[in-house]
């Protein structure tokens, strides 16, 4: 499976709850850091099969992979570094989050990856979670 490290990073960045619980932003959230959208019928007190848990993982992910393609034309070509930084980041803040760093992705775009390190710390997403923006900058940095 392809970016199956990836896929394990990010369930450990996230942790797993068999219930709904409310994330660092008071959100409803559930298993591998699924948002619980209006439109879905999570209940808060029921605990959740880990398959179900492990096909929404899944589902999200791919989102996150088809999200993160829509942002570099040419994300095939990217070194696979910073691929995973694109999906992770589509995970986490989703595909129109992340596009707002457009300093970042700029960068990017320009093989500036050192320098694209270190704009993604110049957000309010690093000031939420410094550790996993770091871990991400890492990655920028050691192409």
Not at 8 to 25: A, C, F, M, Q, S
Request: aromatic fraction near 12%; charged fraction near 35%; hydrophobic fraction near 30%.
């Amino acid at each position: 499976m392809e970016f199956e490290t990836l896929r394990e990073e990010i369930k450990e960045h996230e942790g797993y709850r068999n219930k709904v619980y409310k994330d660092t932003l008071g959100k409803r959230t559930i298993g591998y850091g699924h948002l619980c959208r209006d439109d879905e019928k999570w209940e808060d007190d029921k605990q959740y099969d880990h398959r179900h848990l492990e096909k929404t993982f899944e589902y999200d992910f791919s989102i996150a992979y088809r999200g993160a393609m829509s942002l570099h034309d040419n994300f095939a070509e990217l070194p696979k570094p910073i691929q995973e930084v694109f999906i992770e980041a589509c995970f986490v803040i989703g595909t129109t989050g992340f596009s707002k760093f457009k300093k970042t992705l700029e960068l990017i775009n320009n093989k500036q990856y050192t320098e694209a390190s270190e704009e993604i710390k110049n957000s309010k997403w690093y000031r939420q979670v410094p550790q996993r923006v770091e871990m991400l900058s890492k990655k920028l940095q050691d192409v």
